[in-house]
């Protein structure tokens, strides 16, 4: 019990910090066949200029939002790795990797040895990286100072603290000698030991924290999702399809209610008793699993979650909240027609579509509201340009 409280004040900790952030811009995946899955944009540009294939391997699962040490936390895996993005002490986020070698090893071995003058001694553990695991150490780190060279604390970032000594281990072809740190294990054949590799650790690791998804009944407007109780709470995920999310909460509580999407983005609807905050729908964009967070004292609470009836009858386009522009698309003569936007935020909305260089403005509006307008572009590349300050979500009625 103590821990379930104690990553609920983790959970709490991380949505009091951060704020919804605003719509991303237009970032590029890196896609392999070798493993049929694509690095998401948020983590791509990491992963080329921190050691790219060499130092991570493939991607070997979509990103989405998972529950490490009890938080929600945007991540993906990777063959050596799992990425995951954290707010920084201002609220901005940052790319960090996780400690997958410590999940993975499940203890510390803290009854090392000072070594020689030639390994690196890491008094933290008591454990040495001697050659040749020191070499591979010192040569690979996270850029994080801008200096030139790899740089001790970037090594460190990298690969963390040896938590294990070197040992001897069996593996279909042949004997190896491995050694554990926080982030890595590296190895060597006993034959050749001045060939290091690094342990495919995510793969390892994602294969034990992987578990078959719980069924569960669609989310309709007529078959709300309905959570009730007392005090703290995060969810297991929550399987939301795209559209407009109705929220139904009782106004007796003081709860502060967040969602927590699959791209780890963090939604207030209602924080204490500033009624003022209570959102009656956001806009879903992702798909997939969401997480539901409830921190309140100790009155009781009851949180209902549905899709708008609006849903059933128009087929999604976009929604996000927040200025930015989205990925591009191919737009052709079957996308034109009729398109119904719905903005919830306060202040100046305009929606645009920005195809071939060419840009047209379909919507504008000073307040929150509903709005149609006629697409009628020239086929080919596109990009919806949104500019407002809340949540919104356009919608295809029908073709011309």
């Known amino acids: 019990m103590h821990n379930i409280h104690k990553q609920m004040w983790a959970v709490l900790l991380l949505v009091l910090l951060s704020c919804v952030p605003t719509a991303t811009h237009a970032a590029t995946q890196r896609c392999f066949a070798e493993t049929s899955y694509c690095i998401d944009a948020t983590f791509a540009p990491f992963w080329q200029k921190q050691g790219g294939l060499a130092v991570f391997g493939y991607p070997i699962a979509p990103a989405s939002t998972q529950i490490i040490e009890g938080i929600p936390v945007f991540a993906q895996y990777f063959e050596r790795a799992r990425f995951e993005v954290h707010l920084d002490r201002a609220g901005n986020p940052q790319i960090t990797l996780g400690r997958i070698g410590a999940e993975l090893r499940g203890q510390i071995e803290y009854q090392g040895a000072p070594g020689d003058a030639s390994c690196l001694f890491f008094a933290q553990t008591n454990q040495s990286v001697c050659a040749p695991f020191r070499t591979t150490y010192l040569s690979y780190g996270l850029e994080t100072n801008g200096k ?13 603290v040896p938590i294990s000594a070197p040992q001897r281990i069996s593996m279909p072809d042949g004997e190896y000698v491995s050694q554990w740190f926080e982030r890595a294990e590296m190895r060597y054949r006993s034959d050749t030991p001045t060939v290091v590799t ?157 195809c071939n260089g060419k840009t047209t403005t379909l919507v504008s509006m000073t307040n929150s509201g509903d709005a149609v307008a006629v697409m009628s572009e020239v086929p080919g590349i596109c990009r919806w340009v949104i500019k407002g300050n809340g949540g919104f979500i356009i919608y295809r009625l029908k073709s011309i």
């Open 148 to 160: 030139r060279g790899v740089q001790y604390t970037e090594n460190l970032a990298l690969f963390g």
């Open 198 to 354: 690094l342990g495919l650790i995510g793969v390892a690791r994602l294969a034990q924290a992987s578990t078959p998804p719980a069924s569960a009944t669609p989310i309709t407007a007529e078959q709300p999702l309905t959570f009730a109780g007392t005090g703290s709470f995060l969810s297991a995920p929550i399987p939301l399809p795209r559209g407009e999310i109705t929220i139904t909460i009782s106004k007796n509580s003081n709860a502060t209610v967040q969602l927590i999407d699959g791209r780890g983005r963090i939604h207030t609807l209602y924080n204490n008793y500033n009624l003022t905050n209570l959102t009656p729908s956001i806009y879903n964009d992702t798909g997939g699993d969401w997480y539901l967070v409830i921190s309140d004292t100790n009155k009781y609470w009851t949180v209902s979650l549905g899709t708008s009836a609006i849903n059933q009858s128009l087929a999604f386009q976009y929604g996000g909240t927040g200025t930015g522009d989205s990925d591009t698309f191919s737009f052709d003569k079957t996308q034109m027609g009729l398109y119904s936007v719905h903005y919830g935020g306060s202040g100046y909305f305009v929606m645009q579509m920005r």
